[in-house]
């Protein structure tokens, strides 16, 4: 079965899946019109009229509850493109994926011989559609549905998780931990959170003695292969309920290397270091080493966009990269059940799948001899055509500084 067989029969299954929209249903959209127009023309009235609830992910949360998103960011599904614009200002998506926030990172001295990489952070604006820049985050993840986001405050590890309405920019509640926080991530459902604990900053830069050709140096680095990683909360959005789990000390994880949830959410998975990249290791919700997902076993933990969203396919690393100017990136996409590879799809790094036969992904705007300068771009399988994004990410003059990176959420 090739991919255009794959990609067919995924359609038809979702549109078999879709329940009748019953008798009345045109009636029904042309009464709420009504309503909301004379909503918006009588202002007084709309003061006391009730309000159309919109469907997020995190169903039980009152985090901005009520209130009304712009079709712009939650209800379109055409493609927002700003390919002037690096970093972007306005907002950036196709189909079902779009740039919930992205960040830049700089390293901060904080002793002769330590330091740490500080991120700032830009979230999308729902009623504008615009980045807005909020210093006061160390570490954000953004729900699928783009009305919430988990936030930690600077001086990791954290002590408490924020809940951030995203259309108010205010903090709706906070959820105390025991054991410091230093990074987070949502179910694929929205409703539950991981946080991975850390005894110290996962961001530490230590000053270490290097050997050049020119003698030794001093140079800052992450504390490679000495994490101080020590588990994961499971966490209830809802309720901000949940359990610790104990993860036993790795050797061959990097300093930051956080947990994130299986599809199903029934166990969650890190990357960990061996003799190829893209490694991950899975857990049960208790802490204990399991074996993967039959779906997520070939899946690669440095490739952000995963499996597709009807499961069917899986994004796969870089596998071939044709000079030119710019050159030509082509990624893996595969079987997630066997590791077979269906076919290849432009592309230097795959991070989000728009739908079940686009995706949006990192691709290089400069010839391979070149300084490597990538661009936001979509994706299509079966095709060589791509479509700027974003405008191209220049790379940083100062090490010390790093481009900025995008936050990817589901519609």
Known sequence: MNVEDLVR????????????????FADRVLNTRRRRRTRRIASVAAATAAV???????????VGKGDIRPASVLEGRGVHARPDQSPPRDLIGAGDAVLAAYSTAEFRAQTDKRGAMVRTYWLIDPETGKYEKDTRWSFVAVAPGLKTAAVLEHNLPANRIGLLDLATGKVERWIPVQRGVGGLAFSHDGSRLVATT??????????????????????????YGRSSRSGFYDLDVASGEGSWSAVATETNINARQ?????????????????????????????????????????????????LSP????????????VDGNPGRSYSKVSDPRTGREITRVRGAELLAWADDRRLIAWERAT?????????????????????PLSGVREPDQDEKRQGWEPVFARR
């Open 9 to 24: 029969d995924s359609l038809r299954e979702l549109a078999t899946e879709q329940p009748s929209a019953g008798p009345g």
């Open 52 to 62: 159309v609830a919109v469907g997020v992910a995190v169903p039980m949360l009152d």
């Open 367 to 387: 010839g391979l001899e070149e300084t490597y300068r990538p661009r936001l771009v979509l994706v299509t399988i079966g095709s060589d055509k791509v479509v």
């Open 258 to 306: 956080d947990f994130a949830y299986s599809r199903t959410g029934d166990g969650v998975y890190a990357r960990y270091i061996g003799s190829q990249d893209g490694l991950q290791q899975f857990y049960d919700l208790r802490g204990n080493k399991v074996a993967p997902p039959a779906d997520e076993k070939y899946l690669r933990s440095d490739v952000g966009a995963r």
């Open 198 to 223: 850390y005894g110290e900053n996962p961001d530490l830069r230590v000053k270490e003695k290097m050997i050049s050709n020119d003698g030794p140096v001093w140079e800052w680095e992450s504390k």
């Open 310 to 321: 009807n499961g069917r396919l899986a994004a796969g690393g870089l596998t071939k990269e």
